[in-house]
């Protein structure tokens, strides 16, 4: 198997499958539910930066015309998905999935501090334009707005006690969330860690929340424990299968469409599935430039492509594809365990299948 | 009047009111219920950073032998006061008042990186030991932490909408307190603000956490509106008589016994109520003084001493001591209005006089 220096994907790209409909179908009811929680003054710290940092506004407070600085409120979705799956309004889950997605967000606006990563979705972090002390409290607005957003949900009749056990989900799942980073941060500086342990930090950083989204829209939606239990065993393959893809884009993701330098995760010393995989399986020479690469304080270009060629002659691109294939698989699995109406087992195989194959 | 311009105090300092009982009676159920809730593994990030900065362990880990570096727990002592006071056991407010305790040091740790201290209690901050990245994880655990302690509020048979409204009761509070610092971020760099303003803005930034903590026990003991309504002022009050004493200090405290040095608040060119005061009332040489020193980059001794004079000049000294006093006597009014046993208000009493004549 052979590699190229310059960095290329050897696959010709193309924009990968569409966003599943269900996508569209929700984005402009979680968004008028994240600006009803975000609602005090225009022009007031720190909610000009929460506004900002959702792709609402510019910098300077102006309404954005464009919403390519927004994500794709993935988790949201997924939540809203899980209760209309299961035959539910998707309103009754509104307000906890805003809170899913300001807790999301939440977090990406501390860890560009602590990473202190100047881009996100193609504009500068919140950070690098306001200084850490007004992004640090930024974030933490937005994380005691999810916890009024979530409390909305008795706007919906929703009894108490559900409520309470809808908040412990998404705390809980955001404690994990964190010792997902922490763990994620011992890594950057060891060598020796396993494939295993890997999917261990993933399944804490990346699955937790979007697994507590598919709890959480399950709970509302039905008192069976059963489909509960699918929803979070799909929701933790989804969980799975989302992050092995976004490693594998990190690396061979076409810039234009990631709004990620090629090769980024590479040059930042990210210990990312292929990576992971690489150390654990390379010997010889490669096991030797390995280390050595990544004992140097800047990664260059020519380190960038000798890691790629490892990457290759390893199997970590085929072995990363693969894995999340398989979780994908597994997800749809999960869920097929739970009697579901037609439209949404196929929504989800188109979910699976975007997540899998996605190219941004 | 005539000041000194060594910065020494000009009245003889003694230690001060002793602190009340009820700081000794709550503080080690407070402690329990804390530990319980910081329960992971040892030697685990980010645990390890919080039981550093609770006091209750060492940089590496091992446990302290004394109590210097531990506050006052002040916040949840006036919860479980407000909920004995109103005749219940204030064991039910204790999930409540640990959730409070959390929620005021995980600001104080996240206060800390904003302003770059590298000294609070005695001992170095969190992020100066262990770097921002760290230090921020430490904090945002805290607050999802101290949500997770509320929801045992539970444990305690307290009904579930009650849970909620204790929740959405802290939650309010603590976007106040965000507010109140950002108010008081702006207030940094402008030499126009009035005591009203100031005034609001700590009620925001420091009376928001106070109040609702006394909102919160009493809510937890009786259902009566008014005896709610009482604590909500007597809680208002006291955070004002609290954070004016405390500005006070951080000028004219004796630095042995309040952890900060002396004139500390002046060479942060910190915009507490002294300040404010002679900004308002100073003219003539005072004034042009005042604003040339605030204009500099650093301020030194001699500014220092110089402030100290201008201060005593415009009558700053008494006029905060009388504002904290004022406060007092209010905080005793709020409270007259409900029926409480005997012991309880001869502690309001020795509460509000410690707080208003404190030393540390």
């Known amino acids: 198997m052979s590699g190229n220096n310059t960095g290329q994907p050897i696959v010709p ?9 269900m996508f569209d179908r929700y984005k402009i009811r979680v968004e008028q539910e994240l600006s009803r929680s975000v609602q005090s003054p225009e022009g007031t710290d720190p909610y000009t930066l929460i506004r900002y940092h959702l792709g609402w506004s510019d910098q300077h407070g102006v309404t954005a015309q464009s919403a390519i600085s927004q994500g794709k409120a993935m988790r949201p979705t997924l939540c ?9 309004d998707p309103e009754r889950a509104l307000p906890a999935a805003a809170a899913l997605e300001l807790i999301h967000n939440f977090s990406l606006i501390h860890d560009d501090i602590q990473d202190q990563d100047v881009e996100r ?23 005691s707005v999810g916890d009024v957003c979530l409390l909305n949900t008795a706007r919906h009749g929703v009894l108490p006690q559900t409520i309470l056990r809808i908040s412990s989900i998404l705390t809980d799942s955001y404690l994990e969330m964190i010792q997902g980073q922490c763990l994620d941060l011992g890594f950057e500086s060891s060598t020796t860690i396993t494939s295993a342990d890997y999917l261990q930090m993933i399944a804490f950083k990346t699955g937790a929340l979007i697994r507590s989204g598919m709890e959480i829209g399950a709970l509302l939606a039905t008192d069976d424990p059963a489909a509960f239990q699918a929803f979070s065993r799909f929701g933790n393959c989804v969980g799975r299968a989302f992050q092995i893809r976004d490693d594998y884009l990190g690396i061979w993701g076409d810039s234009s469409l990631t709004g990620k330098s090629a090769g980024n995760d590479i040059r930042r010393r990210k210990k990312s599935f292929p990576i992971v995989y690489a150390f654990e399986k390379a010997v010889g020479q490669n096991r030797d430039d390995l280390l050595r690469i990544y004992a140097q304080e800047e990664i260059d270009d020519d380190d960038v492509s000798r890691v790629l060629v490892i990457l290759e002659e390893v199997g970590a691109r085929e072995e990363s594809q693969s894995l999340t294939e398989t979780s994908a698989e597994e997800a749809l699995e999960a869920i097929s365990l739970v009697s579901l109406p037609t439209w949404a087992r196929t929504e989800a195989e188109g979910l699976v299948d975007f997540l899998a194959r996605r190219q941004y």
């Open 80 to 88: 809203l998905f899980a209760c209309e799956a299961l035959e539910e």
């Open 121 to 143: 979705r193609h504009q500068p972090t919140v950070w690098s334009i306001w200084g850490v002390p007004k992004a640090l409290v930024a974030g933490d607005t937005m994380q």
């Open 13 to 21: 790209m193309d924009s990968g499958p569409d966003l599943p409909a």
